[in-house]
């Protein structure tokens, strides 16, 4: 039972790094002119200057629905040591795991909103960064990890 906590442990914090990862790097699209993130797009395309999220309510959008994921995300471990000490034998983590499958959501829904957009936010022939692909990648680690709170009884 205890290597089997400490494996769900490890994936919800292999996931949490990847949410913290790609939110935080600024190569969500790259290409010859520079790299662009979720914060800032400074490309030689626009003569050197630097535009900021501001320019658009998507964009904006995205980095609300990151950052909701990463808090979502912290509070679902921090709930999940909560429940660990707290809940009674034959409990279920609900709480827990809803709380992780909504910032998997997010995450998700961060992504989706990005590739739909991108294109007013990017230039021609820039392609999807590794901090994008992060993003992707801890979606259904996400929600592997809710479903299997979901799923998980408490034993002695």
Not at 33 to 61: F, H, M, R, Y
Not at 125 to 140: D, K, M, Q, S
Request: some cysteine.
């Amino acid at each position: 039972m205890l290597l089997l906590l400490l494996g769900i442990v490890l994936l919800h914090v292999a996931g949490l790094v990847l949410l913290f990862v790609s939110t935080i790097v600024s190569v969500w699209s790259t290409g010859e002119n520079g790299p662009t993130d979720l914060w800032i797009n400074c490309t030689a395309a626009k003569g050197g200057q630097c535009v900021p999220a501001s320019a658009g309510e998507w964009i904006q959008s995205v980095q609300a629905l990151m950052i909701l994921s990463i808090i979502f995300s912290c509070l679902s471990l921090f709930l999940f040591f909560c429940q660990l000490f707290t809940l009674q034998k034959g409990g279920r983590f609900f709480l827990t795991g809803t709380f992780q499958i909504l910032a998997s959501l997010f995450v998700m829904s961060a992504a989706v909103i990005y590739t739909v957009m991108s294109p007013d936010w990017v230039q021609d022939g820039e392609a999807f960064g590794y901090a994008y692909i992060l993003a992707w990648v801890a979606f259904p680690l996400a929600l592997i990890s809710g479903l299997i709170y979901v799923i998980l009884r408490k034993r002695e």
